[in-house]
């Protein structure tokens, strides 16, 4: 198969599709891969590493979309990247388009075939690419809580760990999945007081056994939840319903009874975010404020950090990747963790969740379910 990787072009990313180590799998396994010059740039790989990796380098991607059987990406496609898109090329990457529906017609008008990072499982109902992601977004939501709660940026003014003989802040983590225990964990480092809400038992008790004491655990009952959100110096929004919008966790009338200049970070904004008053937001321009509360709603966290979270993300994608080219579609036929990806199908949304967050009518998979 002819495999293309175009260089990415939302704004302030800098992750890569493929990196020069997969396309070396890539080729060996057979297949011809195209890569869009600077494509690697933002993870410092020439050009030349591409090419020693056995890639062949191609200036435009216009050249990628026009030639390439299947598009390796990392982040959804903008505008002017999915009416390149056409009937019967596979497109891998991050879609998210329970929040985007714009995307999605865009996608069916296409007639190509998208299987979403997001919704590929696993073996024992997990989600598998989606969970590098989520480590290094659950990391870096804490960082981001951290400068947003500065003084200087508007926060409070408060060192997430205090100092001897003041208190530390107190940072409520809403979500005990992967985005949820990495957060968690980073704000127990730095010596935060540090919540965890979620509503499955079985989770809260492995979470407790997992921080032994180092954090507090409470069932997500919307009284719990505004307890904590009255004492909150940072809220991590960390909701996630595979492939579809996130809950609304957290309203507009929940804002009042917050600390002025708290931060929520909403690392569910790629779902639609689990905050009434979230909006998508950039590296560039990360924040913003309603009723006094610091919103970080960056839609792509882990593009800021492209060395470690391309690698991260390649080693999950690969053999799923391998697959699709090896076969193509009819890779799904008897994978039904790789099945669960697809998306969208010659112009029909194939995923139930993504259907019904987008209102649209159930279409038929192409293969055996």
């Known amino acids: 198969m002819r495999v293309g990787v175009p260089r990415e ?10 990196t020069p180590a997969s396309v070396r799998e890539y080729v060996a396994a057979g297949h011809e891969v195209l890569v869009e010059r600077e494509a690697g740039a933002g993870i410092a790989a020439a050009d030349d590493d591409y090419r020693r990796a056995g890639a062949r380098v191609v200036d435009t991607a216009a050249e990628i979309f026009a030639a390439a059987d299947m598009i390796v ?19 891998f990457t991050y879609l998210h388009l329970a929040s985007d529906p714009e995307q999605a017609r865009g996608l069916m008008a296409s007639g190509c075939s998208a299987v979403a990072y997001e919704t590929v ?18 990391r870096l939501s804490i960082e981001a809580a951290a400068v947003a709660l500065r003084r200087h940026t508007g926060g409070r003014g408060l060192l997430l760990g205090g100092v001897p003989g003041v208190p530390p802040a107190r940072v409520v983590v809403i979500g005990g999945g992967t985005v949820g225990t990495q957060a968690a964990r980073m704000a127990v480092g ?21 921080f032994a004491g180092r954090a507090r655990t409470r069932f997500a009952h919307s009284e719990a939840v505004e307890q904590e959100l009255r004492g909150a110096d940072v809220v991590i929004g960390a909701v996630l319903v595979p492939g579809a919008r996130a809950p609304k966790i957290i309203t507009r009338a929940s804002l009042a009874m917050m600390k002025p200049g708290a931060v929520i970070v909403d690392v569910a904004i790629d779902q639609g975010g689990c ?3 979230s909006r998508p937001t950039t590296h560039a321009d990360p924040t913003f404020v ?16 492209p060395l470690t979270s391309s690698q991260a993300l390649n080693h999950a994608t690969l053999p799923f990747g391998l697959r699709l080219a090896a076969r193509g579609l009819a890779a799904l036929d008897d994978d039904p963790n790789l099945r669960a990806g697809l998306n969208v199908h010659r112009g029909r949304i194939v995923h139930a969740a993504v259907a019904d967050s987008l ?5 038929p998979r ?4």
Not at 359 to 363: C, F, M, V, Y
Not at 366 to 369: D, E, N, S, T, V
């Open 9 to 18: 072009i939302k704004i302030h990313e800098y992750r890569v599709g493929l």
């Open 73 to 91: 990406k990392v982040k959804e496609p903008q505008p002017g990247e999915w009416v390149q898109l056409r009937d019967g090329q596979i497109l």
């Open 121 to 138: 499982t696993d073996a024992h109902g997990g989600l598998p690419l989606l969970v590098p992601m989520s480590e290094v977004a659950g």
């Open 190 to 210: 730095l010596g935060a007081d540090t919540v965890i809400l979620d509503r499955a038992l079985p989770r809260l008790r492995q979470l407790d056994d997992l």
């Open 275 to 277: 905050c009434e008053t």
């Open 290 to 305: 309603v009723d006094g509360v610091i919103h970080y709603c960056v839609a792509n966290m882990p593009g800021a950090v």
């Open 359 to 363: 209102g649209l009518s159930l279409g």
């Open 366 to 369: 192409p293969l055996a379910a």
